[in-house]
């Protein structure tokens, strides 16, 4: 007979080391090809080009944790983006070139996004129609909403507004680009709030078994609704960080980041089936995948253009450690 | 002479040993019981008989040869099949594919439907069972799910059946059924080996019994020298006073009332009341309606009617309305509707009252506290870092109990409170839900077991058919109940 109160038996696992692993291996194999790629001007690139997947990453992380999926947050970004740039050039005329405008379209953007994830939400809890099939949809139409608003072109943001808004993505402090910051911040709050707040444990539980949350009172379908909403919330902030560095929206904008977002979190250990989640394991997987591209532009092993390849390759490897750490 | 036998048979899960040196021998043509207390090592034993996990050290003898199983597939092939204390069906497939699952008969390389089909029906006769072959399993009732794990391991030839607690879940008139079987099969010469927490079922059927305590073997031998109660001591260890406590309640004021509940598809126009500090049972067979009548009332699925709860009429269309009115049900499977079994034992223990635990931040030292209490006001033997999964079913059963009492509700339904719990833990059980009731809740019992029902209610409503068929009170006796489940009488009694 066991007792009660025996100590815990510590086992390291393989689906906890493994993404950090993979992280420290791609970076010393970085720093030995290129010296500097540990520079202070490729980090921090890299994690800037990190942050929009990230922030995305973050949401889509609580999203599967609670057994859902979304597939729209690449399309909803460009329609985003694409909007916010409308709203801003439309008010120019009324209101001139300034800040105010600009705060305009943060506010647009923020509320854009929270009322696409809050749709996605309703169709899938209220209707109880599979989120496969409801975000399937939304992408769709996201992506043809940005094409039609952009009439098939690219729309451009005003040229004065673009210079009075390019801090956003280029400015920050100590050196510190505001889109890292950004990321950080909410990267933090992510973690806290899935770790040790009563919303990440209620994710955690319907994803495990729906069910069983049911019949503890958990109250499943307002919580799932709110993984959506705080993704499209998310969305929305990475659109924001977004636009100031091209200061334009096409059909192409945000193309495939649903499937890097999802990666990612996949990649950082949460399990897609739901029922366990971590921000951090996302984090890693956002910096994995991004250090790949980098690291295939900065040598010429092998072709950039086999980016997607080595990607596409590591999240099967990282879905089969999840496995064996099941089955062991 | 025994056809399979366990030698000297340990066992550890990491660094903690559950079985130290067990020895039993299973004999030809003879019924074999093994009983113990929740987490006394049962299940584990018949797993290794059964080849599905190896000892850690010691002997599996095949007759009288030491064997070791690579995989259950081997240990089948020797004619060894093992019934789990969980279902091992797939839940999608019809009865007949999984009856006939990784067997399937062929004609040439397609599929023989028609002979499939009349050896199914032939297995389901023999078990008395009315389910289509072409049902899906995971619509079955959990006793029909059950008939079909017997099935499945008689269409094997089998020398051996390992069995455990296969009446856990069936009903008085289905665990005869089973027990025919088990005698038809002891007379082919098959040795049994089952696990039970009904020791009636035990002393009925056994002819060698064997008892384990804390995954020792403390006793073993002819089955005709214990009676149940001697069985009870010697599993746990002490002796055993009278399994009920004494009926000393003191109704209050009405806690709950309902009318015309209706749950569709399910039960009609049920009305009852139950007052503070009364257990109300609710009777009935499987299939009445019962565990769907409460589901309806507490908001678990879709139901009509008038509900007023200390006076007030309520609207309950959500369990967490139920919980915020005070009513809460605990649910009769732990499994697949109580417990994560994935996860641990504070994260289920504090899932459906977190909020009490919710300082905008989870208080997780408040709730290593009340885990250390649930562990012992329950107390809840097993590893405290270990999986729910992992804990044995009895402990399962403790935690969910301990789950729901967290949320701390007014009134209580508990559907079948002690399925699968050893006796000492029932009778403790048995004493926590009289307290309960003496701390002023208002109690609903749905039990399928008679004594049970008896032993424990104040009053008792009998259920049939979706409608309540009776009321009787404390003093009601098995007859009379079973008439009014049977519907063979209908007359409201006095209570
Ligand atoms: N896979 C496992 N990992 C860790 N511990 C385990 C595992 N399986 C069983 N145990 C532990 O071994 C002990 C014996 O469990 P077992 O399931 O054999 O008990 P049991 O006698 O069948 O109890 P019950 O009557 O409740 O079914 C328990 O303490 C249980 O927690
Ligand atoms: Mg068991």
Redesign the interface.
């Given at each position: 007979?066991?007792d009660?109160?025996?100590?815990?038996?510590r086992r390291i696992r393989m689906t906890v080391i493994g993404p950090i692993l993979a992280l420290v291996l791609l970076v010393i194999a970085g720093a030995l090809m290129n010296p500097n790629f540990l520079g202070w001007d490729n980090v921090t690139n890299v994690l800037a080009r990190s942050a929009f997947i990230g922030i995305i990453a973050v949401g889509m992380t609580f999203v599967i944790t609670a057994g859902g999926l979304d597939l729209s947050v690449g399309s909803m970004a460009a329609f985003i983006a694409g909007l916010m740039i409308l709203v801003m050039n439309s008010l120019v005329p009324s209101m001139g070139a300034g800040i105010p405008v600009i705060l305009i379209g943060m506010a647009v953007a923020l509320l854009a996004g929270l009322a696409a994830g809050l749709l996605n939400g309703i169709l899938i809890t209220r209707l109880g129609i599979e989120a496969f099939i409801v975000t399937l949809g939304s992408m769709g139409i996201y992506r043809s909403l940005v094409t039609w608003l952009a009439d098939g072109g690219t729309l451009s943001l005003d040229f004065t507004l673009r210079s009075l808004y390019q801090p956003v993505y280029y400015g920050g402090v100590f050196g510190i680009t505001w889109p890292i910051i950004v990321f950080a911040v909410v990267v933090v709050i992510g973690e806290?709030v899935m770790r040790?707040?009563?919303f990440g444990?209620?994710c955690?539980?319907i994803g495990?078994?729906e069910?069983?949350?049911?019949?503890?009172?958990?109250?499943v379908d307002r919580v799932r609704l709110m993984t959506y909403a705080a993704l499209g919330l998310l969305v929305g902030i990475a659109t924001i960080m977004y636009v100031p560095r091209l200061g334009s929206a096409s059909s192409a904008t945000g193309m495939l980041w649903e499937l890097e977002a999802i990666a990612a979190v996949i990649i950082g250990g949460t399990v897609l089936k739901g029922?366990?989640g971590r921000v951090w394991g996302t984090v890693i997987g956002v910096l994995i995948l991004t250090l790949i591209g980098n690291l295939l532009n900065l040598t010429d092993f092998v072709s950039p253009y086999l980016n997607g390849a080595i990607q596409g390759a590591i999240i099967v490897l990282a879905v089969v450690l999840q496995r064996e750490g099941k089955a062991r | 002479m025994s056809v399979l036998a366990l030698r000297h048979v340990s066992r550890s899960?990491?660094?903690?040993?559950?079985l130290h040196g067990v020895d039993i021998a299973l004999r030809p043509g003879r019924v074999h019981a093994l009983i113990g207390e929740n987490?006394?090592?049962k299940s584990t034993t018949m797993k290794i008989l059964a080849g599905y996990q190896p000892p850690s050290s010691g002997q599996v003898l095949l007759d009288g040869q030491p064997v070791s199983f690579a995989s259950m597939g081997e240990a089948e092939a020797q004619g060894i099949s093992m019934i789990h204390q969980e279902f091992n069906l797939a839940e999608q497939l019809t009865v007949e594919q999984n009856i006939f699952l990784g067997r399937e008969l062929k004609r040439g390389p397609l599929l023989d439907k028609p002979a499939m089909r009349a050896r199914t029906r032939e297995l389901l006769d023999r078990l008395e069972c009315r389910v289509s072959p072409d049902r899906v399993v995971s619509t079955l009732s959990n006793s029909d799910k059950q008939m079909v794990e017997i099935a499945k391991a008689l269409l094997r030839d089998t020398r051996v059946l390992v069995m455990d607690e296969p009446t856990a879940v069936l009903t008085r008139a289905e665990t005869a059924i089973l027990l025919r079987q088990v005698r038809a099969l002891r007379k082919a010469g098959t040795a049994v080996l089952f696990t039970s927490h009904k020791l009636d079922e035990v002393e009925q059927i056994a002819d060698d019994l064997t008892i384990m305590r804390?995954?020792r073997v403390v006793w073993t031998g002819e089955a005709a020298a214990m009676d149940q109660h001697a069985m009870a001591n010697a599993m746990v260890g002490r002796e055993m006073s009278d399994l009920f406590p004494a009926k000393v309640s003191t109704p209050g004021e009405v806690a709950l009332e309902v009318r015309n509940l209706t749950v569709p598809g399910f039960s009609r126009d049920i009305g009852f009341t139950l007052r503070r500090g009364e257990i109300l049972g609710v009777a009935g067979l499987i299939g009445s309606g019962r565990t769907e009548t409460f589901e309806g009332l507490c908001g678990?699925r879709p139901a009509t009617g008038d509900v007023k709860i200390f006076g007030q009429p309520v609207r309950i269309d959500?369990?967490?309305q139920?919980?915020d009115l005070g009513l809460?049900?605990l649910?009769e499977d732990r499994k697949?509707?109580?417990?994560?079994?994935?996860?641990g034992l504070r994260?289920n223990l504090t899932?459906?009252a977190?909020?009490k635990f919710?300082r905008?931040?989870?208080d997780?030292t408040a709730e290593e506290r009340a885990l250390d209490q649930a562990?012992a006001d329950f107390d809840?033997?097993?590893?405290?870092?270990a999986m729910v999964g992992n804990l044995s079913g009895g402990n399962q059963q403790k935690l969910l109990f301990a789950?729901t009492l967290l949320?701390d509700p007014r009134i209580i339904v508990i559907d079948e409170p002690t399925r699968g719990i050893d006796i000492g833990t029932k009778q403790q059980m048995y004493v926590l839900i009289r307290r309960l009731a003496a701390e002023g809740r208002a109690i609903v019992v749905i039990s399928s077991e008679m004594q049970e029902v008896i032993g424990l209610s104040d009053r008792i409503l009998v259920m049939r058919h979706g409608r309540i068929t009776g009321e009787l009170g404390a003093d009601a006796t098995e007859d009379a109940i079973v008439k009014l489940a049977m519907g063979v009488a209908t007359e409201r009694e006095p209570a």
């Open positions: 007979m066991s009660a109160t025996a100590p815990a038996p806290v040790s707040t009563a444990r209620h955690a539980a495990s078994n069910q069983v949350a049911k019949y503890s009172s958990v109250r029922g366990f | 899960f990491g660094p903690i040993e559950v987490g006394a090592g804390d995954g678990l959500h369990p967490w139920a919980q809460c049900y649910t697949t509707r109580g417990l994560l079994l994935g996860k994260e899932l459906q977190l909020s919710d905008g931040l989870i997780t562990i809840i033997r097993g590893h405290r870092a789950k949320a």
